[in-house]
Structure formats: structure tokens, C-alpha cells
């Protein structure tokens, strides 16, 4: 599974899959803390659409960590202030980056998450789409 979409999968979904993922590799192996979780301001680029120039629409809090397992650098970064979070994305980042043998056996999981989160998704549409107003259909006099 490639990084962006595991790490789709781990910010989306349950706080709980992270966790368990990352207490996995803390109980087998010495985990490095390189820079503890802190909080960051990042500029967000844009590029507007009539000349197609860059930017700066303005800046967003984040949570970054760095790790390090077995000579391997993790990093986790997550928008908003989730200390734990970026702790345990930092961890699951390095474990894939090592090639860790627990990696094996977490697509099941992660697919598995996807799979809910979709589904939440599609149940949050559904109730969106119940309030739509179809105006082709109202009678204008």
C-alpha cells in the first residue's frame, strides 16, 4: 500500500487503528523519539485558475513527530492538534519505512478501516441528499 493512501486511511479513520498499529511496534521494538509531537503553522499553496500563479491563501495548524526504529525515520504529521496521533503516524511511518515484519500483516487492517470509512461516508451522504431541493420539480407560478 502506497504512503499517501495509508496515511489517508490512518487520519480518516478510527483513532483506535492507530493506536493499536503503533502499540505493536512500541512493545517489540526501542522506538526513538528524534522530535517530540509539537505544533507547526504551514503556508497553503494555491494556484489561482485565471493566470494559473501560485499563492499563499494563508497558513494551518499541524502536529508533527519524528521517530526513529532500528536506523529508520518516521514521520508523522497531522492537521490540527493531535499530539498522539502524529506520535503514532511517526511510528507506523518508520515500522513501513524498515520494512518491519508487522507491516505484513496491517493491509487487512488498513483495508478494512478504508472499507468503514467509506461507508460512513456514503451513510453521511445519503442524509445529506434526503434535505436536497430538487428545484425542477417545484410548481412556479
Known amino acids: 500500500m502506497i504512503r499517501k493512501k495509508r496515511t489517508?486511511?490512518?487520519i480518516k479513520g478510527s483513532a483506535e487503528v492507530s493506536a493499536k498499529l503503533a502499540q505493536e511496534i512500541l512493545q517489540a521494538y526501542d522506538v526513538k523519539i528524534i522530535e517530540?509531537?509539537?505544533?507547526?503553522?504551514?503556508?497553503?499553496k494555491v494556484r489561482e485558475s485565471a493566470q494559473r500563479g501560485l499563492f499563499y491563501l494563508g497558513e494551518v495548524l499541524i502536529t508533527e513527530c519524528k521517530v526513529?526504529?532500528?536506523?529508520?525515520?518516521?514521520?508523522?504529521?497531522?492537521k490540527g492538534h493531535e499530539l498522539t496521533l502524529a506520535y503514532n503516524l511517526a511510528i507506523i511511518d518508520a515500522a513501513y519505512n524498515g520494512d518491519l515484519p508487522e507491516t505484513k500483516a496491517?493491509?487487512?487492517?488498513?483495508?478494512?478501516?478504508e472499507l468503514h470509512i467509506n461507508e460512513?461516508?456514503?451513510?453521511l451522504k445519503r442524509q445529506v441528499l434526503k434535505?436536497?431541493?430538487?428545484?425542477d420539480?417545484?410548481?412556479v407560478q
Do not use: H, P
Open 36 to 44: 517530540e509531537s509539537k505544533n507547526s503553522l504551514v503556508m497553503v
Open 68 to 78: 526513529m526504529i532500528n536506523g529508520f525515520l518516521g514521520i508523522g504529521m497531522v
Open 120 to 123: 460512513n461516508y456514503e451513510a
Open 8 to 10: 489517508e486511511i490512518l
Open 137 to 139: 420539480t417545484m410548481d
Open 106 to 113: 496491517w493491509t487487512k487492517a488498513l483495508l478494512l478501516e
Open 131 to 135: 434535505t436536497k431541493v430538487n428545484f
